[in-house]
């Protein structure tokens, strides 16, 4: 990580400037839930906090221990003399010593390097952080950072090259050794329904207490795990305190006071549901609607393929100049894709292009038909108008049969 510093293309002279005399780097951890559930302990307990600041002090104090022997062979970064480091600065809070001997341990630790070698060597300024580390975890088959899982089970959908869904079920590696010979194809499907096993019948309180998922845990639980680890972090941490639909407004105060209390660098809330889409949620038996999407190598929007054979609605529009053929296509989930408007004209291809590849990269068919609407003149308000008449003749012609 020290190297990339050098190697490293900046935008601004400005940035290649501080980053060089200063030397950031953000080393962190992923995988802790999982790692919570190989050892038993649930993520919202005494003893899960307790590993949490113990593998953090131990991280603190072997991150910065490495930068010391760094700066001996490759030299301190630039600005060390202007640096607190020079006069034995810790740059983490850490915890009281009594919070337990192991961190006791490592507190006089970090305490004699602080005030002894990193007080001549220090190569990087700053040297740990937790990132939230998403699609890395998932390359990894492990948990989030620092983050619990916010399910056990689900399905991820994936597409083949003729533009069809392709289910692939994903259940937590850890709990399926857990539940061994007793996971079968009902208990599986529960699991992926619910997302969690809290509620599910004839899994044993003693797994359900360590294989908690974030919407398990109460808000609280989630910032006190916040403190142990932001207690060895140079920077800040990657963490999100999930609360349930029904958190208050005085839930969320709460929050807020306790994390001042605690002199938290900073915390983010959410609350399910507060947005019409978001990026996690748990599936419900009634949800057949997957969305998915398709981004190019600089992750722009591409509208996704398309069936070779598709179910559609056509219906004529009449004009001064003669008749307009409007067919409708429609997905398996019943959700219109592609529109296809037929007079001879440029501007019929033009709308009827636009909005099918709108549709197949998600833009709402409502949205759609609102921007026709205000076109002025008759003719695209008329289309957006038996646009809409497709969608009600496709739910009385084919949606029963989906």
Not at 15 to 35: H, N, P, T, W, Y
Not at 248 to 258: A, F, L, P, S, W
């Amino acid at each position: 990580m020290d190297d990339v510093i050098d190697i490293n293309v900046y935008p601004l002279e400005k940035i290649d400037k501080v980053s060089k005399e200063q030397r950031f780097i953000g080393l962190g951890v992923m995988g802790l839930a999982d790692a919570l559930y190989k050892k038993g302990l649930p993520y919202n307990s005494e003893e899960g906090r307790r590993f949490m600041a113990e593998t953090m002090a131990q991280f603190a104090y072997y991150s910065h221990l490495a930068s010391t022997e760094f700066a001996k062979e490759r030299g301190n970064f630039p600005l060390f003399t202007k640096s607190r480091y020079k006069d034995g600065f810790i740059p983490f809070p850490m915890l009281e010593d009594d919070y337990s001997e192991n961190i006791k341990k490592w507190n006089q630790l970090i305490k004699e390097h602080f005030f002894g070698e990193a007080k001549e060597y220090k190569r990087n300024v700053q040297v740990n952080t937790v990132a939230p580390t998403g699609s890395i975890s998932n390359i990894a088959d492990t948990s989030s950072g620092i983050e619990p899982n916010f399910m056990l089970a689900y399905i991820r959908y994936m597409t083949d090259k003729e533009g069809n869904r392709v289910p692939l079920t994903y259940i937590n590696n850890i709990l399926k050794e857990k539940l061994d010979g007793s996971l079968n194809s009902e208990l599986e499907a529960e699991i992926i329904e619910k997302g969690s096993i809290q509620t599910i019948e004839g899994i044993s309180e003693e797994i359900k207490e360590v294989f908690v998922t974030a919407m398990d845990i109460s808000g609280m639980d989630h910032l006190l795990a916040q403190n142990v680890i932001q207690s060895y972090l140079d920077a800040s941490c990657s963490k999100t305190i999930n609360l349930p639909k029904e958190a208050t407004v005085e839930d969320i105060k709460g929050i807020y006071k306790k994390a001042m209390e605690l002199n938290l660098k900073g915390i983010t809330i959410y609350r399910d549901g507060s947005l019409e889409t978001q990026v996690l949620t748990k599936a419900k038996k009634e949800d057949k609607k997957v969305t998915f999407f398709v981004l190019d190598e600089k992750h722009k929007l591409r509208a996704r393929p398309r069936k070779e054979t598709l179910k559609s609605v056509t219906r004529k529009f009449k004009i001064p100049e003669g008749t307009v053929y409007i067919t409708v296509s429609f997905d398996d989930n019943g959700e219109a894709i592609e529109i296809f408007l037929s007079d001879g004209t440029e501007t019929a291809e033009i709308i009827g292009r636009l909005s099918s590849i709108a549709l197949r990269s998600g833009v709402s068919v409502d949205e759609i038909l609102e921007q026709l609407s205000k076109v002025k003149g008759s003719y695209c308000k008329g289309i957006s108008k038996e646009i809409k008449s497709a969608l009600e003749d496709f739910k009385d012609l084919w949606k029963k049969k989906i």
